[in-house]
Nanobody, 125 residues
């Protein structure tokens, strides 16, 4: 069965960095679209970044472009989200998700088929 588990969250100060990891199993890692999403209290879920490992095409939301970088390790079936220059507005629960669909020009916020447990990221001012 498909499994995804996000980890690496924590409490940091504004301007600092974190790297999130999403360990996956049970599906064709290279051919699926895998993405990062976040949800803050009182807000709707936001798409952050997506990648398809087979061709490496990526998508970033404008709010994180230039600060966050998504990458994959095919040998470990793991996707990463390097988050630099963190801001208070980045505080949220971060989730990783996957779909067999080929979506890299945007993240299908409501079209992902499999979701993992989230990891909390808190950025203090």
């Amino acid at each position: 069965d498909v499994q995804l588990q996000a980890s690496g969250g924590g409490l940091v100060q504004a301007g600092e960095s974190l790297r999130l990891s999403c360990a996956t199993s049970g599906f064709a890692f290279s051919t699926y679209t895998i993405g990062w999403f976040r949800q803050a209290p009182g807000k709707e879920r936001e798409e952050i970044s997506c990648i398809k490992s087979s061709h490496g095409r990526t998508y970033y939301d404008d709010s994180v472009k230039g600060r966050f970088t998504i990458s994959t390790d095919r040998a470990k079936n793991t996707v990463y989200l390097q988050m630099n220059s963190l801001e208070s507005e980045d505080t949220a629960v971060y989730y990783c998700a996957a779909t067999p669909g080929d979506y890299t020009s945007y993240c299908p916020n409501y079209g992902m088929d499999y979701w993992g447990k989230g990891t909390q990221v808190t950025v203090s001012s």
